[in-house]
Nanobody
């Protein structure tokens, strides 16, 4: 499965962006998908994830501001980001795991999100 992420950009504090991740084939075998971000000098961190059953998980700093969703028919996963803050700046990657995977198996190429103060 190949993943392609897009939708990043430059936005002012308080603005919104919508990231999308498109899979090259059916996502039926994917049990968990997530958005990760990496700021310069930092490790990649999980921002939000969603299971095949629709359960979602968010890191505390984005709760109430970000919403993750997926559409199996369209083979897409999205991250709606509202009330963006400068600390949300980074390269955002989408990742996917199949059943039994202990870590992300498939990565998208990343899309830059920059929030100016």
């Amino acid at each position: 499965v190949q993943l392609q992420a897009y939708g990043g950009g430059l936005v002012q504090t308080g603005g919104s962006l919508r990231l999308s991740c498109v899979a090259s084939e059916s996502m039926i075998s994917i049990v968990v998908m997530g958005w990760y971000r990496q700021a310069p000098g930092d490790q990649r961190e999980l921002v939000a994830s969603i299971t095949s059953g629709g359960s979602t998980n968010y890191r505390d700093s984005v709760k109430g501001r970000f919403t993750i969703s997926r559409n199996l028919a369209e083979k897409t996963m999205t991250l709606q980001m509202n009330s963006l803050q400068p600390e949300d700046t980074g390269v955002y990657y989408c990742g996917a795991q199949r059943f039994g995977d202990l870590k992300v198996r498939y990565w998208g190429q990343g899309t830059q999100v920059t929030v100016s103060s």
